[in-house]
């Protein structure tokens, strides 16, 4: 099994849950966790900005990663988005399996 988990970060847990709902129906991911909002500091044209916005991991198999990866920037209100993925090292395998169904196999 190769399930990853895919991080991003949106403006606001409208952005996330209506990116998330598209790329579940698209069946590119499983299932997006919404996480609470997050407080960020970062570098923006030469200053530091800080922002409440609202954190994500949605999972995903490998072989949907770039097309997930590149249908959340498609979609996302960011010029620069935060989309990462991180290889999940250990997995219970139902879990693995259902997202495989969802992604891949339940077509």
Do not use: Q
Not at 34 to 41: C, E, K, Y
């Amino acid at each position: 099994m190769s399930i990853v988990s895919v991080y991003a970060v949106f403006a606001n847990a409208e952005e996330a849950e209506r990116i998330g709902r598209t790329v579940v129906e698209e069946r590119l991911a499983a299932c997006i966790n919404i996480l609470a909002p997050v407080r960020s500091l970062y570098r923006w044209k030469g200053k530091i900005e800080t922002a409440d916005e609202v954190a994500a991991i949605l999972k995903t198999h490998h072989w949907r990663s770039d097309a997930l990866i590149a249908r959340i920037a498609e979609l996302h209100s960011y010029d620069v988005p935060c989309v990462v993925s991180w290889p999940i090292d250990k997995i219970v395998g139902a879990y693995a399996d259902w997202v495989e169904d969802m992604v891949i196999r339940d077509r």
